[in-house]
Nanobody, 117 residues
Framework: QVQLVESGGGLVQPGGSLRLSCAAS????????MGWYRQAPGKQRAMVAT????????NYAHSVKGRFTISRDNAKNTVYLQMNSLKPEDTAVYYC??????????WGQGTQVTVSS
């Protein structure tokens, strides 16, 4: 069973930056594809960014491309989301996701990001 714990959320002004972290335990982290998703009030959960197990492939939602960067440190069992040039529309609960080689998915509990002046 994989456990995912997100951290790094908070309140930031428009134009600011935050770095989210997701620490994984209970599985072979290096074999999992990882991703960040977000859910704003009244909206469905949506993909923000994903990264393959060996960091060879990344994908981003159009709305964050060029502003957010996903990365992973397999030695630390951690995936990161660097968020720059934040906008009020980035406000949401951000969730970490892991997908095993067999296709089983796991979610963290989420961390709130609020972009407001």
């Amino acid at each position: 069973q994989v456990q995912l714990v997100e951290s790094g959320g908070g309140l930031v002004q428009p134009g600011g930056s935050l770095r989210l972290s997701c620490a994984a335990s209970g599985g072979t982290f290096s074999m999992y594809a990882m991703g960040w998703y977000r859910q704003a009030p009244g909206k469905q959960r949506a993909m923000v960014a994903t990264i393959s197990s060996l960091s060879s492939t990344t994908n981003y939602a159009h709305s964050v491309k060029g502003r957010f960067t996903i990365s992973r440190d397999n030695a630390k069992n951690t995936v990161y989301l660097q968020m720059n040039s934040l906008k009020p529309e980035d406000t949401a609960v951000y969730y970490c996701n892991a997908v095993s080689p067999s296709g089983r998915g796991y979610w963290g509990q989420g961390t709130q990001v609020t972009v407001s002046s």
